[in-house]
C-alpha cells in the first residue's frame, strides 16, 4: 500500500498562511505554485532549505505525475496521470479557438483553451452510456488533486498563470458527488494571487443531484453549471441514468430555476443523443416543453460509441432535424463537435486505466 501526502495544492492562500510560518513565506510558496508552476521543494528558489525539509516531512507539492499523453488531429491533448496511490484519471486539454495573426505575422488573437477535469476515480452513478461506470467508484478526488490536473496542464503547454483558461468538471466522475472537494477546488482557482479563473469560467457539469444543485447555489460560487439530461420522460432517464430514480426530472428543473446565475447567461441543458432512443421529434417536442420557462441552451452530444455497448451514434441527418425543430421553436441549440474522438478523449471515453491497459 502506497503512503500519500496532503499536497499543497489542498490550500487556499489563507490555509497556507495558518500552516506556514512565517505567513510571508507561505505567500512566497503559493508563488512558486501557480505561477512559477512549482513541481518539487528544490524548485522553490528563494526559501530556506530548512523549511522545505519540514514541509517535506508532511506534504507532497505534485500529488500526481503524467504517465501518458496522447495528441489528437485536432489538437486535443489527453493526459493520463498516476496519483500517489497508484490509481490513474484523465484529463483533457482542449482548443476551443485558433490562435490569429494579421498579414505581418503578429499575433492579434491568442489562442483560447478550455481544460476538462475529473473529480473522482470512477464514478457511482452508473450511467448505462458511459464508458467510466464501468469501472465502478474507487474513490473521491482531493481538492489538490483536482488543482493539480490544470496546474500540470498549464504547465506542461507552457500556458502563463495569467493567460486566461476555463474549466469543465466533465472529465471522470460526478462532481457533486465530491461536493466539499469540488467546492474547495473552485474557491482555490479563483484565488486573486494564484491562477485567478473566477467562477464564470467554471462549469460543473451535472447528472442531476438536485438536492446538490441548490448546495451549490447557496455558495454563491458564480460558477456555471450544465445538466446532463439526456431524456425528457422519467422512464428512459431512469434507465440511462439509474440516480434518476431518487432526483428526477422535475425535482432537478425545479432545483435549475432556484440556481443563481448571471442575468445574462442560460443554463445549459446537454442531452446526449442515441440512435432510436431519444433522436425522435417527439422527444425535441417534449423537451421545449420541459424547457419552457427557464432561461436555457441546449448542447446536443452525438453518443460516442465503445466497444460492448449496446447503444448507437445517431445519424448526421437526425441530429440536424432535432436541432432545427429546438431552434424554430426558440430554444438556443448547438450541436458538440467531439474533439478528440481519435484519441478516445470525447465525452464518455474516459476511464480508469487497469495495469494491463497502461
Ligand atoms: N458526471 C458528470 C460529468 C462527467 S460526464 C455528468 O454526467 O454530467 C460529461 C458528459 O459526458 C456528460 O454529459 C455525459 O452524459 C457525457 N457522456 C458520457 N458518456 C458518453 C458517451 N459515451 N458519449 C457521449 N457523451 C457521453
Ligand atoms: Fe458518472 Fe457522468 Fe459517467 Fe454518469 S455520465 S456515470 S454521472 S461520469
Redesign the pocket.
Known amino acids: 500500500m502506497l503512503t500519500s501526502k496532503p499536497s499543497l495544492l489542498d490550500f487556499t492562500q489563507k490555509e497556507l498562511m495558518l500552516l506556514i510560518k512565517p505567513s510571508f513565506r507561505a505567500k512566497q510558496i503559493f508563488g512558486w505554485l501557480y505561477h512559477q508552476y512549482a513541481e518539487k521543494f528544490d524548485d522553490m528558489l528563494n526559501i530556506p532549505k530548512s523549511l522545505k525539509e519540514e514541509l517535506e516531512q508532511k506534504y507532497v507539492v505534485n500529488p500526481m505525475k503524467i504517465i501518458r499523453k496522447e495528441i489528437s488531429e485536432d489538437g486535443t491533448i489527453k493526459y493520463l496521470f498516476e496519483l500517489q496511490d497508484g490509481k490513474t484519471v484523465e484529463a483533457v486539454w482542449l482548443k476551443m479557438k485558433d490562435e490569429l495573426r494579421d498579414e505581418n505575422d503578429v499575433i492579434t488573437q491568442e489562442a483560447k483553451y478550455t481544460i476538462c477535469v475529473s473529480t473522482q476515480v470512477g ?1 457511482k ?1 452508473g ?1 448505462t ?3 467510466t461506470a464501468k469501472g465502478g467508484f474507487t474513490r473521491d478526488l482531493t481538492a489538490g488533486e483536482i488543482v493539480a490536473q490544470v496546474v500540470n496542464l498549464k504547465r506542461d503547454n507552457n500556458h502563463k498563470h495569467n493567460r486566461k483558461i476555463n474549466i469543465v ?3 471522470m ?3 457533486l458527488d465530491n461536493f466539499d472537494n469540488l467546492a474547495h477546488a473552485i474557491e482555490i482557482f479563483q484565488e486573486n494571487e494564484g491562477l485567478a479563473i473566477s467562477g464564470k469560467r467554471q462549469t460543473v ?3 442531476g443531484l438536485s438536492n446538490k444543485i441548490d448546495k451549490l447555489g447557496a455558495m454563491d460560487l458564480g460558477v456555471h453549471i ?1 445538466i ?1 439530461l ?1 431524456a425528457v420522460d422519467d422512464t428512459l432517464r431512469t434507465e440511462l441514468i439509474p440516480m434518476n430514480k431518487a432526483h428526477n426530472i422535475n425535482s432537478i428543473i425545479e432545483a435549475v430555476k432556484r440556481f443563481p446565475i448571471d442575468t445574462r447567461k442560460r443554463v445549459m441543458f ?1 442531452y ?1 443523443v442515441i440512435k432510436d432512443k431519444n433522436d425522435d421529434l417527439g422527444s425535441a417536442k417534449k423537451l421545449v416543453k420541459l424547457l419552457s420557462d427557464i432561461k436555457a441552451k441546449v448542447n446536443l ?4 460509441p ?1 466497444p460492448g455497448t449496446e447503444y448507437k451514434r445517431p445519424k448526421k441527418e437526425d441530429m440536424i432535424a432535432f436541432q432545427e425543430y429546438l431552434v424554430k421553436h426558440g430554444l438556443l441549440c448547438t450541436i458538440r463537435d467531439s474533439k478528440g474522438i481519435d484519441i478516445s478523449a ?4 474516459l476511464k480508469e486505466k487497469t495495469e494491463s491497459e497502461r
Open positions: 464514478c452513478v450511467c452510456f458511459c464508458l468538471y466533465m472529465g466522475g460526478e462532481p457539469s451535472t447528472s450544465a446532463s439526456h446537454e446526449l452530444i452525438y453518443f460516442n465503445y470525447a465525452c464518455g471515453q
